[in-house]
Structures are given as structure tokens and as C-alpha cells.
């Protein structure tokens, strides 16, 4: 074969953030195939230093502005195993519906408006609006339950502020009585029994549109949180799932042992492996791993998808996100009417009891993260570590362009289809590269 | 506010890139200061989609407060409509880190929803590096922006 390829992907568009793809090929010889990421460092980890505990989780939930409740939780907990702290079953509860609406909220968001115009075979969504008017309506709907569910558990979706370090700093909705944030849930678990129609049709979009996935495996490392109490997201070990169905639990004090980050010169991002040379984290990983913790309802549209652990097709991600999506709904749903049946109470954050290091992790949208602290006798950070999902799966990423290269070659396709494949890839991985600027740029009309 | 609330606020912006984060500080700033009695804070953060969630029905009048580079002096700030404006910048597609508001809006429209009344207040940043803070410029105006989209949010 003499083909010669030569994709040059500056900055792919619908990812978060800023990765390149290039591949080289004179001859049939591949002399480049790179997943690059020219993003700068962020000094997160600097910025936590001096800081007392109650300033931590604020600083480091800005790491991300998808995953912050993530970002959140897992920085509370590691200050709290640090410090000393248990939180009461009621705090465990109440951030386990906001994980719950973090992951609903993002994966509707991937899943609408980053991966349905790949699935459509549209370059974005807007071509999509005059075709497709009622998903996007659909898409719309779901999204602003996600925003209202996560605002009325952390005060706000994005940067929540009501979680804190040993429990809530207020009760669900802001309300100022116990019997009033009850209500607050009761209207909540209306709101999310009446999205189910919505995911019905989502359900039936994807099952029309499961043959335009592309069909591609390889068979990898998945690492997700493992907890007894029901599919990993909120809180447990660290599971490690090898292709041979093998699982590896991991203490989260103990991450280090499984991200082993290292630099590559390809990337400003540090990548990661364990037992092999790659590893993926993120709703495949987490579904591979959870299957069979899967809420009932979330099973049967697993099942109806056509989904079976072990699944090694990256471009699956996007159909385990849905499938999360849905158990996240039934699972708020059984939370508040747990918590509703015993009662909320009144609570105040729970005081340190000692002052020293710890880690804490959580299963977001795009995988698990862990973040790490050591504090001094008076409360004051002494050192942070944040590992965040998206550069746990550059690595992955890179082993699957190796691999899809080869036998888009093999298949010859030709240098547009491989590119689109290859974005496609990426995309299906939802990566979070950093976050950016906003803001709005205009010129007044005469 | 209750959820029957017809006027919203919604703050747009990224904390972590110094002024683009001034539309979000703003309406957090309102819900703080308990001035949001007679409409809803929305703390949207980098979350543009979202705007469009609010086109519907029960929506009476939305302001967007947002950083925007209108050409005025760092901290100067405007009121302005969608339709005012045209956008100079260029949005590949959408996502939490590419889109632009204006397009959104033309989105909405397009598909037919309820387009409510739109106000954008508009405060001209004057740096978008990841310093962790606000400019001096913008920092010692916040009462005049919460003065101002309070004030515009009491007319109908």
C-alpha cells in the first residue's frame, strides 16, 4: 500500500478545551499519529497552598465549570479524611442526588448537542435546529432539570456553594425550615419523574441511530469507583476491570499506585497508566465496571441498547452516558423519598478532629478524579494534588489513534473519513482539556 | 423566589479567568445582598446553553450579565438588546468553552421558541488572563452593576 495521509486537526471542535490530531503517512508508513494537548498548566494545586480548609473546595471546584460539583465533593472529602471529619448520613445522601445531577446534567449536554450532530452526520448542532427542531427541544427540557435539580441540592449547578466541609452549609433550596426543604425535594422528585418521557425518546433516538457508532475495539484497563451501596459515582475503592473480567480494588488513599501519572513530550497534559499501557476512566469505564449495580429501570434500556459488559468500543461512551443519565434520576428519586421517609433535620458541619493528609475521589461526567491535601495544626493547606479524569485517559486515547490508524489504512478509507473517525473518537471520550473565557465580542448595528 | 418566577437574571462568565467572570459575580453579588426578591438569580457560569432553557412561556423578561468587549473603558458598563448588536466573534460550534450567547439566542428563535424580553448588561472587561480575580477597574464598580441590573429588572 502507498497512501500517503496527512491530517493537521488544530484545536478539534465540541470538546472542552484544546486538543490537536496529527497523522502523517508517506508510503503506508505511519511516521506521526499524535493526541496532542497544548493547553497550559493552571497551578490549582499552588493556589491551595496557605489557604485554610473552609477555602479549599471553592478554589479547586473552579478547576472545571462541567464537573464542579466532582471537583467539589471529591475536595471535601479528602479534606474531610484528612481532618478527621465523618459526615451524617443525611450530607451522605443529599451530595449523592447532587452527583447524581452533575453527571444527568453533563451527559444530556454531550450527548445532544457534542455527539447527536456527529450521529446525524452534521459538522454542529445549529445545521440540526431547522431538521431536527423537537430533540433539540427535548435536549432543552432535560437540560434545564439538570441545572434546577443541581441548584436546589449546592445553591447553584456550577461552583456549588451549599456543600461544605463536614456537611451543608444550608438546606436543600436555601429554605430556612426543615419542612420547607422538604417541600423543596418533593417539587424536585416531581420535576424528575416528569423528565421520563423525555428519556424515553432519547432512548428510542439512540437505538435508531446505535448503527451509525462506528465499530471499532480495543481492549483496555477500565478504572471507575466501585462502592457497596450502588453504582459507583459518590464514594468507594477504586476498581481496575482488565479485558480478561478481572477487577482490582484499590484503596483511594492508595491512588497514586494506579494513576502513575507521567510526561510525554507529545503533550502539555501528564498521562497515566496502571496495568497496561493505557487505561480508560469516564460513564464506559464506570458501566463496565457497575453493570450490574445499575438501577433496574437504567438496566432494562442497557439491555434494550444493546449493551454488554465488557464493552472496549470508546465510541460506546456516549451510550453509557445516556444509560447513566437514567440511572441518576431513579436514583435521586429513591434518595428523596429515603430522606423524606425518615425526615430532614437541621444539621450543622461537622468539626475536625484532627489535622493531617488525605485523599478523596468521585466518578464524574468524564471519570474519576482524586484530589489529595495536607494540612497544618491551624487548618492551613500545606500541599494539594489534583488528578483529573481527562488526562487519566490521554493515554488511552493515543493507544486507540495507534491502533484505528492501522486499520483505517488497512480499510482504506480516505484522509477525510479517517479524520472525521478520529475526531469522533476523541469527541466520544468527552475530554475536558481546561477551561476558557466567555465572554461576548460585538459591534453596534448603525 | 419561588419557581413561578417569570424575570430571571442569569450571570454568565468563568470565575477562574479573571474579568470574564464578572457576569457571574454580579448576580452571586444580588443573591447575596437578598435583592433578588422580584426575580430569580441564575448563576449560569460558563454554562451559554443554558440561557436558552429559559425561553419558554412562563418567561416574562430575562437579563444576561455578562463581560463584553464593546469597546468602552475597562469597567464601563451598557444595557443593550440582542437585536442591538451584531457578534464579531467566531464560534465553531457549541460547547461549555466555545459558543456565543448571541448565536444561542438566534438559535432560539429559529426553532420557535418563546423568545422572551432580553437584556444584556453589558461591563467591558479589561483583562482575560487566568489570574484568579477581578480587575481593580471592575472590582470597585460592583455596586454600580448591582445597583443597575437590580434597577433594570424593576422595569417592565
Known amino acids: 500500500m502507498s497512501k500517503n495521509v496527512n491530517i493537521n486537526v488544530h484545536h478539534l471542535t465540541r470538546v472542552e478545551g484544546h486538543g490537536n490530531i496529527v497523522v502523517n503517512v508517506t508510503d503506508g508508513t505511519v511516521e506521526k499519529c499524535e493526541w496532542q494537548v497544548p493547553e497550559a498548566p493552571r497551578f490549582f494545586e499552588a493556589m491551595v497552598r496557605g489557604r485554610h480548609y473552609s477555602e479549599v473546595a471553592r478554589i479547586t471546584s473552579r478547576i472545571c465549570g462541567i464537573c464542579s460539583v466532582g471537583h467539589t465533593l471529591a475536595s471535601l472529602k479528602a479534606s474531610e479524611k484528612a481532618l478527621g471529619i465523618k459526615v451524617s448520613h443525611q450530607t451522605d445522601r443529599l451530595r449523592r442526588i447532587l452527583k447524581h445531577a452533575e453527571n444527568y446534567d453533563s451527559h444530556v449536554l454531550h450527548v445532544y448537542f457534542l455527539i447527536a450532530p456527529d450521529l446525524l452526520g452534521a459538522p454542529s448542532v445549529f445545521p440540526l435546529v431547522p431538521t431536527h427542531g423537537d430533540v433539540v427541544k427535548r435536549a432543552l427540557r432535560m437540560k434545564r432539570l439538570g441545572h434546577e435539580w443541581g441548584a436546589c441540592l449546592g445553591g447553584r449547578t456550577t461552583h456549588p456553594t451549599r456543600p461544605v466541609v463536614g456537611g451543608f452549609a444550608s438546606l436543600p433550596g436555601g429554605a430556612r425550615t426543615v419542612r420547607e426543604a422538604e417541600a423543596h425535594l418533593r417539587e424536585l422528585k416531581d420535576k424528575l419523574l416528569a423528565v421520563v418521557p423525555d428519556a424515553v425518546e432519547t432512548y428510542k433516538l439512540l437505538c435508531e441511530l446505535a448503527g451509525n457508532i462506528p465499530a471499532f475495539e480495543r481492549p483496555t484497563e477500565f478504572v471507575g469507583l466501585v462502592d457497596e451501596l450502588e453504582y459507583g459515582l459518590y464514594d468507594g475503592a477504586i476498581g481496575c476491570l482488565l479485558p480478561d473480567g478481572s477487577l482490582e480494588m484499590v484503596d483511594v488513599q492508595d491512588y497514586r499506585t494506579v494513576t502513575n501519572e507521567y510526561v510525554t513530550d507529545q503533550s502539555t497534559a501528564k498521562f497515566a497508566k496502571h496495568k497496561l499501557d493505557s487505561y480508560m476512566v469516564g460513564a464506559l469505564a464506570r458501566l463496565n465496571i457497575n453493570h450490574a449495580r445499575l438501577h433496574p429501570e437504567a438496566r432494562k434500556l442497557a439491555d434494550g441498547l444493546g449493551f454488554k459488559p465488557i464493552c472496549c468500543n470508546p465510541y460506546m461512551n456516549s451510550v453509557a452516558q445516556f444509560i447513566e443519565a437514567v440511572h441518576c434520576v431513579y436514583m435521586a428519586v429513591e434518595y428523596i423519598d429515603e430522606l423524606l421517609t425518615v425526615g430532614l433535620k437541621d444539621e450543622k458541619p461537622v468539626a475536625p478532629s484532627s489535622y493531617g493528609r488525605g485523599a478523596g475521589a468521585a466518578d464524574v461526567p468524564r471519570g474519576i478524579l482524586f484530589h489529595e491535601y495536607a494540612y497544618d495544626s491551624d487548618g492551613m493547606c500545606e500541599m494539594g494534588n489534583c488528578i483529573i479524569p481527562t488526562n487519566q485517559n490521554h493515554a488511552n486515547i493515543q493507544c486507540d489513534f495507534d491502533k484505528m490508524v492501522q486499520e483505517m489504512l488497512a480499510q482504506d478509507l480516505t484522509e477525510k473519513q479517517m479524520e472525521l473517525r478520529l475526531e469522533m473518537l476523541v469527541r466520544g471520550y468527552d475530554p475536558c482539556i481546561s477551561c476558557s473565557t466567555h465572554y461576548l465580542d460585538v459591534t453596534f448595528r448603525k | ?156
Open chain 2, 1 to 156: 423566589m419561588t419557581s413561578q418566577s417569570r424575570r430571571y437574571i442569569l450571570g454568565l462568565g468563568n470565575y477562574a479567568m479573571g474579568d470574564d467572570g464578572i457576569g457571574l459575580q454580579i448576580v452571586e453579588q444580588i443573591a447575596d445582598r437578598g435583592l433578588d426578591r422580584r426575580f430569580t438569580v441564575v448563576e449560569a457560569g460558563n454554562d451559554g446553553m443554558l440561557v436558552l432553557t429559559y425561553f419558554s412561556a412562563e418567561t416574562d423578561k430575562l437579563l444576561i450579565v455578562d463581560a463584553v468587549d464593546f469597546g468602552g473603558a475597562p469597567g464601563e458598563f451598557i444595557f443593550f438588546a440582542p437585536e442591538d448588536v451584531e457578534t464579531r466573534k467566531y464560534a465553531g460550534g457549541i460547547s461549555t468553552h466555545e459558543g456565543d450567547v448571541l448565536r444561542l439566542i438566534e438559535m432560539g428563535r429559529t426553532l420557535g421558541l418563546p423568545v422572551p424580553q432580553i437584556r444584556i448588561l453589558a461591563v467591558q472587561p479589561l483583562s482575560m488572563q487566568m489570574d484568579g480575580g477581578l480587575s481593580a477597574a471592575l472590582a470597585a464598580r460592583m455596586d454600580d452593576y448591582v445597583a443597575a441590573a437590580v434597577a433594570e429588572m424593576d422595569k417592565p
